[in-house]
């Protein structure tokens, strides 16, 4: 019996020194993606809802996100690049896809309209609520720039002079390459 119960302490203790598991090219959760790869832990919980922002006739960008995806995990620093570029002028609306409450259907104020099943999933809404880019994936800086750069009437990239963020940490400038 004693020596039963030294094995299983010894189990139990083994298996407690095993490292943190999590990390940016797994699916394993880890807490706030924002925070921890995007650099931005600002954008969660998001400022306002969605009825909120489209009530107040403001252009919005819902990203719908699994804190424990890689793809979601590379995605974050997308939004922050967005973010300190239109954060200011847009609502943006990071979703965890597990806080929808799953119903038969949704109206157009509530995330679950919008959610195609698929993270990360990006659609921006202009002011008027209108959908003007919804797509599934890892979507690159430059096309959503451009739907925004459409939304708010300002010249195209090609046109205008070409701006450069400073980053937010040294895992921003790892993921977006900016080296």
């Given at each position: 019996m004693i020596t039963l119960l030294i094995c299983?302490?010894?189990?139990?203790?083994?298996?407690?020194?095993?490292?943190?598991?999590?990390?940016?090219?797994?699916?394993?959760?880890?807490?706030?993606?924002?925070?921890?790869?995007?650099?931005?832990?600002?954008?969660?919980?998001?400022?306002?809802?969605?009825?909120?922002?489209?009530?107040?006739?403001?252009?919005?960008?819902?990203?719908?996100?699994?804190?424990?995806?890689?793809?979601?995990?590379?995605?974050?620093?997308?939004?922050?690049?967005l973010q300190s570029y239109y954060g200011r002028a847009a609502d943006f609306i990071p979703i965890d896809v597990d806080s929808i409450p799953p119903q038969t259907s949704y109206n157009s104020s509530e995330p679950g309209y919008y959610y195609q099943g698929l993270v990360p999933q990006t659609v921006l809404l202009d002011a008027t609520g209108k959908i003007v880019f919804n797509q599934a994936g890892n979507v690159d800086f430059a096309v959503i720039d451009d739907k925004f750069r459409d939304v708010f009437n300002l010249l195209p990239r090609t046109q205008s002079l070409e701006l450069k963020p400073r980053p937010v940490n040294e895992i921003n400038v790892e993921l977006s390459g900016r080296n």
């Amino acid at each position: 019996m004693i020596t039963l119960l030294i094995c299983v302490v010894l189990w139990g203790m083994g298996s407690l020194n095993h490292p943190a598991w999590a990390g940016l090219t797994d699916d394993h959760f880890d807490g706030n993606i924002f925070a921890l790869y995007g650099g931005n832990g600002s954008l969660v919980p998001p400022r306002v809802t969605l009825a909120q922002s489209l009530q107040r006739a403001q252009p919005t960008l819902l990203v719908y996100y699994i804190n424990d995806s890689s793809d979601c995990k590379a995605y974050t620093t997308v939004v922050s690049q967005l973010q300190s570029y239109y954060g200011r002028a847009a609502d943006f609306i990071p979703i965890d896809v597990d806080s929808i409450p799953p119903q038969t259907s949704y109206n157009s104020s509530e995330p679950g309209y919008y959610y195609q099943g698929l993270v990360p999933q990006t659609v921006l809404l202009d002011a008027t609520g209108k959908i003007v880019f919804n797509q599934a994936g890892n979507v690159d800086f430059a096309v959503i720039d451009d739907k925004f750069r459409d939304v708010f009437n300002l010249l195209p990239r090609t046109q205008s002079l070409e701006l450069k963020p400073r980053p937010v940490n040294e895992i921003n400038v790892e993921l977006s390459g900016r080296n």
